[in-house]
């Protein structure tokens, strides 16, 4: 069936580096998707999103990249900082037309930041 | 505080209890959702509110779930004849309901079927 997955479950990194955490979604249908991040015991926090008439969006130390040719997104934190320690999560939304519900997320990547 | 509430934190139940759950959402978003979450892996999707309108449920909530969100405001979620398989950890988000319509995450209620 359609999914969002992701392909390191963990990624250590020292302080200062810079990560890249990736993504693969199958449903070319999706028109929007999400980055989260999820600290132990807390809910999912919001971090960036893209649309897919975009390939690129740029936040404050992050950037997300959205390759549709191949299906792939990643999130990329520059500067990593010992609070960027978390699960990172990317959604979409396989719904079209600006309706944004029913978020399909991917099992997570736990980034682990070293002083 | 103006983000997602959620009440209570933690609830631990014996099997077969009736158990219920309070979602606050942000104000003036009209949309809410409930998401199931277990260890390791991402939110699933339950349900979700327009308004008071609850437009879709998925196969995941069975008939002994229930959510209200009788005023269009808060909402419940309730769990009858819980089951050891309930545990998990239960979410809420809310959306304005245009463009972008960014879902923002409460912080869950952990619940633990004994």
């Known amino acids: 069936g359609e999914s969002v997955g992701l392909h390191l479950p963990t990624l250590s990194v020292q302080e200062g580096d810079n990560s890249i955490i990736n993504c693969a979604y199958s449903?070319?249908?999706?028109?929007?998707f999400i980055w989260y991040k999820q600290e132990s015991g807390k809910g999912p926090q919001f971090i960036i999103d893209?649309?897919?008439?975009?390939d690129k969006r740029q936040g404050q130390r992050v950037t997300v990249l959205l390759n549709k040719t191949v299906k792939h997104l990643s999130l990329q934190i520059a500067a990593t900082q010992p609070g960027d320690s978390a699960v990172y999560f990317c959604?979409?939304?396989?719904?079209?037309?600006?309706?944004?519900?029913?978020?399909?997320f991917g099992k997570g990547t736990l980034l682990t930041v070293n002083p | 505080d103006t983000g997602v509430s959620q009440n209570p934190r933690h609830k631990i139940t014996k099997r077969g209890q009736n158990v219920t759950f309070r979602c606050d959402p942000i104000?003036?978003?009209?949309?809410l959702y409930w998401y199931r979450q277990t260890l390791g892996q991402g939110p699933e999707f339950l349900t979700y509110?327009?308004?008071?309108?609850?437009?879709?449920k998925s196969r995941l909530l069975s008939d002994r779930f229930s959510a209200e969100r009788p005023k269009g405001s808060f909402s419940t979620l309730e769990i009858q004849r819980t089951e050891q398989g309930d545990s998990a950890m239960y979410l809420c988000a809310s959306s304005p309901g245009h463009p972008p319509d960014t879902q923002y995450f409460g912080p869950g209620t952990r619940l633990t079927v004994l």
């Open positions: 449903n070319s249908a999706s028109d929007y």
């Open positions: 509110f327009q308004n008071e309108a609850q437009l879709e």
């Open positions: 959604a979409e939304n396989p719904n079209s037309g600006g309706s944004n519900y029913k978020l399909t």
């Open positions: 893209i649309r897919s008439n975009m």
């Open positions: 104000s003036e978003h009209n949309r």
